[in-house]
């Protein structure tokens, strides 16, 4: 998570700033880059709004207000943040002892169970593709938004290993089967508590907007540039 | 080598009902929660007497890894087997599932697990045994209700416990043999 | 090559007189209900969708499987009886016996394809690690063998040059004969389980026999009357009242069975049998055991059989059919009510939760839906070849000479010749 | 998914305006992934094993374990087989320790409350924040009260508590208030008016095992619970009194369903037996006791005939006991028992007992009633600040606390007489009471009490009447807890502080005395998971902060400071944990190897210290420093100085039953209930009635009852029994949560604080749990 000990509170915004880079998209390749800025935005939706992540969700939402719509059906009103953090906190955190929506895969692939045989998979793979959780976050790897960010990473790799002989092969079946094998079924299991337990519409609208994406990802990453044929066979070699 | 003969000899008068058998059994052998997986059971046994002059047992139990097992006798691939030191195991990969071997058993002491696709049952952790390493549902009892041996050792507890106290088999009439044994 | 196609061509027609496509719509209802239950079973796994348990196992599959099978062995033994003993009114009907017996043996295979957790699993280990001491085995065994005979006996009579009466011959009486082995091993699966009382012993093992001869010629009443719309044909007439006979003959057998199951059960009290029969008598299974087991299954099907003696076989057919469901009731009670006193008392702390001493099971719609699968196959396949398939076997043709003769002889009410040396097997069932 | 449907979603996804998003980037300066190897890398590590020695925290007992680590993650926890004081057991409660790191339900990080009170309104801090909130409101109160004791610290036992008192003792409050007015401070004080101490019982050697009201087959207790069974075959003979047919009772060899409220009176009578046919031990009377005539004499009174009648027990039978209690003397034991917050009367009970054990000699040796030996451990040469804007603890200084809030403390005719009126008699230092505390608070008795910090207490839940707890929380002006869970208490906190499990992190060593003493500690078998710290780290960040703010060292002596700062802080709080942990056990050569490896160590091969206090010269700690029947200190103190019968002052109405409080085998706290392996084994908790009551009322098990005291009333299912006596109804405690802390007992079953009356045991300041009176009506 983006703790405060990351990012001091008075420097978020001009962090912020710094993070939305302007980029010019070559044409094959905007597709990939949008794909990739939806996975993003949609791990700043389901991390906990800080300052910075809240500014960053606000600065956005209009931008985002097609995808949002597309999927949630709706744009959701972005709440005062004290409001959007106690209601983060009721759903993915803490709430009277048990948490509504919780966000960690493993929990809901094995036995309902912290840190299953499923984690060590993941690792595994972030491992193979080259990357780790910083080590200085406090989290599981397999947190909602964790697994969104790394995500968007998969698929600016495999856009960007277009052309190349090996092309994203190991990146593109990791794309696969982080959002078929972890989010996928994380948001599938959490969005009725977040239906219950809710007292704003943000996440309800968020959870409805991400399932839709993602059950919607299968037809959507052949534009991936670079995105190989055989990516959904089951396992990589 | 002589050949091993496991058992476990039940001293049922120490039992607290304390369940920690059952739920060190649950973790060794990572059987889930649920009211139906489990692969052994305490059962309090019915309350005698009238107040104030009751009476009550507690008696753990499991597998009897018996020496003639039904289940064993049932099972079409040959997924349940007994090892040669009398230990009743389920091959996971060879089971069809066909449940007979439920149907066939005189003690309740299998049931499905999701987890293997198979059925299973008390294994009298085999894979502790190898490690010279006593079941867990023996080790983790605060009384030692459960002795685990040898009964091939003349030595050993489990030997003279059965050589020196009376004791009983569950449901002996039907000649399952039971490796299993009870103090009275 | 092109001849031979020809000749098989010739085998395919429209039968527009008889009135399948219902059935067949039937057949695909159920058939689409069946699949919904089996992408159930593969999403959420057996033990999510079927309501069987740790202390009742076998459920409603188990029954709807013997169900299945036990009437296509009685098939076969109908069948048996027309080809190998030269019951020559049970050889005129052998097309659509043996189709029957084969569709609905296919329907049981659905049912336990669906019941067991790995049922590929089982075909490659019954070749790679029999275990000879394990009824399911040779269970499995000669429901294969007999799936394969049946097989076999449908390409015969079906063959498009003319039926190998011999062949035909054989394979009918292997037919038969593998059927009892079979359907007695059935029986044996769960006669060996001495742990239940209720199940313990010969009974199970000699009682589906017999039913199985019931259901199948019950079936096959029930099925001409649907062919010929309730007026059987003349040449069907014979063989339709040696099957009422037949039927009448396995229904009294079955009751004289289940009379010294039931005293003996309960007689002096024994134990779990006494608790397992008490579930049928005054029981949860006390509906089911009365109304389905012994009015439906027992009593009105006899009772019709005698009083209508032969007179209309609109109303064998119906005996026949009140039977068909009064049969499933009989196998769906032995099952569970063999289960339902548990292996351990309902005790605090012994994970059994009992009602009255007693396991409780209830079929969940899962198995409901599986249950459909199978009668979906049936009512599909069958009626699918009651269309388009020529089922009735002509006078006409050469290779049938002798069965024509001994018809036609029948027919005026001569005595039968039986064309095999099987002179008393023919004899008790005019 | 069907080439249709795959067309279908890329045809929306490119539907998407997708001008301004392709234009944008969102650079990984937010990110929380980094490049493999851009950091101290965290390998995944693959088939590794590993058994970690450590020792327990599920319930106050400290086990050994032994943690099976496969690839970093607690597959299993293993009883310590060659721990001396568990006996190479583990429990249930222990077992399932292992499911208490990967419940998702933990606390992850530091929460602090934006809503109201309890309304559920938190937002995520980090330490840092945290660390300066807490310090600044401690500031604030100490700056409008002038007085730091309106912070009041309360927290549980165990090896961090120890540093939770560094930060008690650095901010300089004495109101600091424990566990044992909730469980045995009645036993301590009864038992040490006495001998001078609380004693173990020798039920390894013993013979002749008395247990009143113990269930020791249910609540456990290591060694205890291990040995009273596990060495029964050797011919022990074990009596049980307990109104209840407990697990123990079905254990022992004469189960006696005693009348609530008169155990004292069956000892008594014992007593009267063993003394007036000389069976007691007239040598060691003559040695080591003081009194004995004037017990003598009072005893005269207590005739078998007489307890039958207040005990229910047959005299007989009360003469049989006594004289085989003598007979086996001195392996008799007459069990001390832990939880004793049964009576207002009960430090009597337990003096009562104890002379019991003492007349018959059944003291200090092998088989009898034992002190406790514990092994010395080195302690760090501290000295905090001495703070002069700090009042005495409220629930000293109070005035006419307990006669004005408390009335039933006393009015026991007896003892009422000598009763205090303004506190407790024999209340301890550090522990407090917690029904008095209460009450004082609630009262502003003698000043305002205005801020609470809690360590891993739920007083919420397990203080009796938690209408009364909420009130008091709600005259708090600042309240922070630290705990694994969002316990009860901690949902009407204003900061939450999530502290590390017991298998994360480390824990000082602890001396656990008793007649087999054992040094125990922790070490991390797994990586820590989430943002949490332990109680050392949580003490180091607050106290840095304080030192901050100028305004908390304004009463002190500026040296005091500096020392401080060495002593303290830079010296121990700075440093490593384990540095801490080496300097404990300097004094044991190997100690601390043996603690990383074995998880314990103990002294002299293990072997029990009999005799000790009966070498020559030995001074009990008592006045006259003999063993004491005719306890002088009560006697100056107004009390009367021998243990006379008491007769209950309020006894039920018509209709109404004594409540009484138990334990299960799998659930000992309020904090475990939820943990899904021991959720299994019971899911909800169900009222005891007797069959003959429950057949006048019409109710059947499984009906639905309510259950009503006069301080509130709870639905529960109905259990018909033979097993408890007709007077009495039970329900084991820890479920029908009063605020829906964890999901699998919420709602389900009744509480027991709820309907539990708030009464008070004025001597030791003890509650009284099984003074509460209920009525049952089908729901």
């Excluded at chain 4, 004693?199 to 207790?221: C, T, Y």
């Excluded at chain 4, 069976?279 to 009194?291: A, C, I, L, S």
């Excluded at chain 4, 060292?553 to 401080?564: R, S, V, Y």
């Excluded at chain 4, 003959?692 to 009333?713: F, T, Y």
Aim: charged content about 20%; glycine content about 8%.
């Amino acid at each position: 998570m983006i703790h405060h000990n990351r990012l001091p509170v008075n420097n978020c915004m001009g962090d912020w700033g710094q993070n939305i880079v302007e980029r010019p998209a070559a044409p094959d390749q905007s597709h990939a880059v949008v794909l990739e800025n939806c996975f993003f935005f949609s791990a700043l939706l389901f991390r906990y709004p800080d300052d910075a992540v809240y500014h960053g969700i606000r600065e956005n939402l209009q931008t985002f207000s097609d995808f949002l719509s597309a999927y949630g059906g709706q744009v959701p009103q972005v709440p005062p943040s004290e409001d959007l953090q106690a209601e983060y906190v009721g759903l993915f955190v803490n709430n009277k002892g048990f948490v509504p929506a919780v966000p960690y895969a493993a929990y809901h692939i094995d036995d309902g169970r912290l840190m299953g045989d499923s984690y060590d998979r993941l690792r595994q793979t972030m491992a193979e593709t080259g990357f780790q959780l910083d080590p200085s976050v406090k989290e599981l790897e397999d947190h909602l938004t964790i697994l969104l960010e790394y995500a968007a990473t998969l698929v600016r790799s495999v856009a960007g290993s277009e052309g190349a002989d090996t092309g994203g092969h190991f990146e593109a079946r990791a794309l696969v089967e982080v959002t078929g094998n972890y989010i996928q079924p994380v948001i599938e299991a959490i969005l009725p508590g977040i239906d219950q337990y809710a007292t704003l519409d943000f996440y309800r609208i968020a959870a409805r907007a991400l399932r839709e994406f993602i059950r919607d990802t299968a037809g959507i990453y052949e534009i991936i540039p670079g995105f190989p044929e055989n990516a959904w066979s089951k396992k990589a070699e | 080598m002589r050949q091993k003969r496991y058992t476990i000899v039940f001293d049922t008068q120490k039992c607290l009902n304390c369940k920690a058998c059952t739920v060190a059994c649950k973790f060794e052998n990572e059987v889930p929660v649920g009211d139906d997986t489990y692969r052994i059971w305490v059962t309090e046994q019915p309350l005698q007497g009238r107040f104030p002059h009751l009476h009550q047992a507690f008696q753990p139990s499991q597998c009897q890894h018996c020496e003639n097992a039904p289940c064993e006798h049932v099972c079409p691939t040959k997924a349940t087997y007994r090892t040669p030191e009398g230990v009743v195991l389920v091959d996971y990969k060879k089971c069809i599932l066909c449940k007979a071997c439920m149907a066939a058993c005189p003690y309740d002491a299998r049931f499905v697990s999701e987890h293997h696709g198979a059925v299973e049952k008390c294994t009298l952790c085999a894979h502790r045994l190898e490690e010279g390493r006593e079941p867990a549902c023996v080790e983790t009892c605060p009384t030692r209700v459960r002795e685990f041996g040898d009964l091939n050792d003349p030595d050993s507890e489990v030997y003279r416990l059965l050589i020196s106290r009376s004791h009983y088999r569950l449901k002996s009439e039907k000649n399952t043999r039971p490796r299993l044994y009870y103090l009275i | 090559m092109a001849i031979r196609i020809e000749k098989i061509r010739s085998l395919i027609r429209i039968n527009r007189d008889v009135p399948a496509l219902p059935f067949i719509i039937a057949g695909c209802l159920l058939l689409a209900l069946g699949l919904v239950g089996v992408v159930r079973v593969f999403v959420q796994g057996h033990e999510a969708v079927y309501g069987v348990t740790r202390q009742v196992p076998w459920g409603l599959l188990i029954a709807t499987y013997a169900y299945f099978v036990i009437i296509s062995t009685g098939l076969a033994f109908i069948g048996g009886l027309g080809h190998a003993f030269g019951v020559a009114s049970f050889a005129k009907m052998s097309r659509r016996i043996v189709m029957l017996a084969f569709v609905v043996l296919l329907a049981g295979f659905t049912q336990i394809g669906m019941e067991l957790g790995h049922p590929f699993r089982l075909m490659y280990l019954l070749l790679l690690s029999p275990h000879f001491s394990a009824p399911i085995v040779w269970m499995g065994l000669f429901y294969t063998v007999e799936l394969v005979i049946l097989g076999l006996e449908l390409i015969v009579i079906f063959y498009p040059s003319g039926v190998n009466h011999r062949l035909a011959a054989i394979l009918g009486f292997l037919g038969l004969l593998v059927g009892v082995i079979a359907t007695s091993n059935l029986g044996f699966v769960f006669g060996s389980l001495s742990a239940r009382p209720f199940y313990h012993g010969i009974y199970f093992p000699v009682f589906l026999v017999i039913s199985g001869i019931a259901g199948g010629a019950a079936l096959l009443m029930v099925v001409y009357n649907i062919v010929y719309k309730l007026k059987i044909p003349e040449t069907y007439k014979g063989a339709m009242k040696s099957l009422e006979r037949l039927m009448g003959l396995s229904v009294g057998v079955m009751i004289l069975l289940l009379v010294w199951k039931v005293l003996s059960s309960l007689y002096s009290q024994p134990g779990d049998a006494y608790a397992a029969v008490m579930t049928l008598i005054a029981g949860p299974l006390a509906p089911e055991f009365w109304i389905g087991e012994v009015l439906m299954a027992l009593i009105l099907p006899l009772g019709m059989l005698v009083a209508n003696r032969g007179r209309s076989m609109a109303v064998s057919g119906i005996a026949g059919l009140v039977f068909l469901v009064g049969m499933f009731f009989t196998r769906f009670n032995f099952i569970v009510a063999g289960q339902l006193p548990p292996m351990r008392a309902g005790n605090e702390g012994a994970g059994v939760e009992t009602v009255n001493g007693l396991m409780q099971y209830a079929p969940s719609t899962g198995e409901w839906m599986i249950f459909a699968l199978g009668l979906g196959v049936f009512f599909f396949l069958y009626f699918m070849a009651e269309r388009f398939l020529e089922m009735e076997i002509h006078s006409k043709s050469k290779h049938l000479i002798l069965t024509t003769e001994s018809t036609e002889r029948h027919g005026k009410g001569r005595q039968m010749i039986p064309s095999s040396s099987c002179s008393s097997c023919s004899s008790w069932l005019k | 998914m069907a080439i249709h449907d795959k067309k279908i979603s890329r045809r929306k996804f490119l539907g998407l305006s997708t001008g301004a998003l392709a234009g944008m980037m969102f650079s990984p300066g937010l990110s929380t992934l980094v490049r493999a190897g851009s950091g101290p890398v965290d390998p995944v590590p693959a088939g590794s094993r590993q058994f970690i020695a450590s020792n327990c925290a599920m319930c106050v007992n400290k086990c050994g374990i032994i943690g099976e680590v496969v690839d970093g993650k607690l597959r299993k926890i293993n009883p310590n087989k060659k721990h001396l004081k568990s006996r190479g057991m583990l429990c249930a409660k222990g077992n399932a320790g292992a499911a208490l790191p990967y419940s998702s339900d933990r606390l992850k990080t530091p929460l602090l409350r934006t809503g109201e009170r309890g309304e559920g309104k938190w937002k995520e801090i980090s330490w840092d924040e945290a660390f300066k909130y807490v310090a600044r409101n401690l500031a604030d109160l100490k700056k409008e009260y002038k007085n730091r004791s309106t912070v009041a610290f309360a927290s549980t036992e165990g090896f961090q508590e120890e540093f939770y008192y560094y930060l008690v003792n650095s901010f300089g409050s004495l109101n600091t208030v424990r566990h044992p007015t909730l469980c045995l401070s009645s036993n301590i004080q009864g038992w040490s008016s006495v001998f001078g101490v609380y004693p173990d019982a020798d039920l390894k050697n013993a013979e002749f095992v008395i247990m009143l009201g113990s269930d020791r087959a249910q609540a456990l207790i290591t060694p205890d619970s291990v040995d009273f069974q596990r060495y029964k075959p050797k011919g022990q003979k074990l009596i049980v009194l307990d109104p209840r047919f407990t697990e123990t009772g079905a254990k022992a060899d004469r189960w006696y369903p005693v009348k609530p409220r008169t155990d004292q009176a069956f000892v008594l009578a014992m007593m009267h037996v063993i003394i007036n046919e000389n069976r007691y031990d007239k040598t060691f009377v003559e040695t080591y006791t003081h009194g004995f005539e004037q017990l003598r004499e009072m005893v005269q009174e207590y005739t078998p005939q007489w307890a039958e009648g207040k005990c229910e027990i047959p005299a007989a039978e009360i003469v049989k006991t006594a004289r085989e209690f003598a007979d086996h003397a001195p392996r008799s034991v007459i069990y001390p028992g832990r939880r004793s917050s049964f009576y207002t009367h009960e430090v009597y009970v337990r003096q009562t007992y104890a002379i019991l054990a003492a007349i018959c000699g059944c003291w200090d040796t092998k088989g009898g009633v034992v002190p406790k030996s514990s092994i010395d451990l080195d302690a760090h040469n501290i000295v905090f600040p001495f703070f002069m804007e700090t009042r005495e603890r409220m629930d000293k200084e109070a005035t006419n606390l307990l006669k004005d809030v408390v009335p039933s403390a006393v009015q026991c005719p007896m003892i009422g007489t000598g009763l205090p009126t303004d506190s407790c008699a024999f209340l301890s230092e550090k522990d407090g009471s917690w029904i008095s505390f209460r009450e004082a608070v609630l009262n502003d008795n003698p000043y305002p009490v205005r801020g609470f910090v809690c360590f891993k207490q739920n007083p919420v839940q397990a203080v009796p009447n938690t209408a009364k707890t909420l009130e008091m929380l709600k005259k708090m002006e600042f309240i922070c807890v630290i705990d694994q869970q969002m316990s009860d208490t901690a949902w009407y906190a204003d900061i939450v502080l999530p502290h590390t499990t017991y298998l994360e992190g480390w824990d000082p060593a602890h001396s656990l005395s008793g007649i087999w003493p054992v040094v125990a500690f922790r070490q991390p078998m797994i990586e820590k998971m989430f943002n949490t710290k332990t109680m050392f780290e949580i003490a180091g960040g607050v106290i840095h902060e304080m030192l901050k703010i100028d305004s908390l060292w304004d009463d002190i002596d500026p040296a005091d400071l500096t020392t401080f700062k060495k002593d303290i802080v830079e010296d121990v709080l700075d440093k490593p944990i384990q540095d801490f942990i080496r300097h404990q056990v300097k004094s044991h050569p190997g100690g601390w190897e043996q603690l990383l490896k074995e998880g314990f160590f103990t002294t002299e091969g293990g072997r029990p210290r009999y005799g000790y206090t009966r070498k020559p010269g030995f001074r009990f700690k008592t006045k006259t420093g003999r063993i004491e029947f005719f306890n002088e200190r009560y006697k100056s103190a107004g009390l009367f100085p021998l243990p006379k019968y008491c007769e209950p002052e309020v006894l039920p109405e018509k209709g109404e039953y004594r409540f009484l409080v138990g334990r299960t085998a799998w659930n000992t706290h309020t904090s475990t209930q939820n943990n899904p392996y021991l959720w299994e084994i019971q899911k909800e908790n169900a009222l005891w009635i007797h069959t003959d009551e429950a057949g006048k009322m019409g109710i059947r098990s499984g009906d639905e009852v309510i259950v009503k005291s006069h301080i509130g009333a709870q639905r529960i299912k109905a259990y018909v029994t033979e097993k408890i006596r007709p007077d009495c109804l039970f329900y084991v405690n820890g479920w029908g949560r009063h605020s829906p802390w964890m999901s699998r007992v919420y709602k389900t079953g009744a509480s027991e604080a709820e309907i539990l009356d708030d009464v008070l045991d004025s001597i030791s300041g003890s509650a009284c749990m099984h003074e509460t009176f209920v009525t049952v009506t089908k729901a």
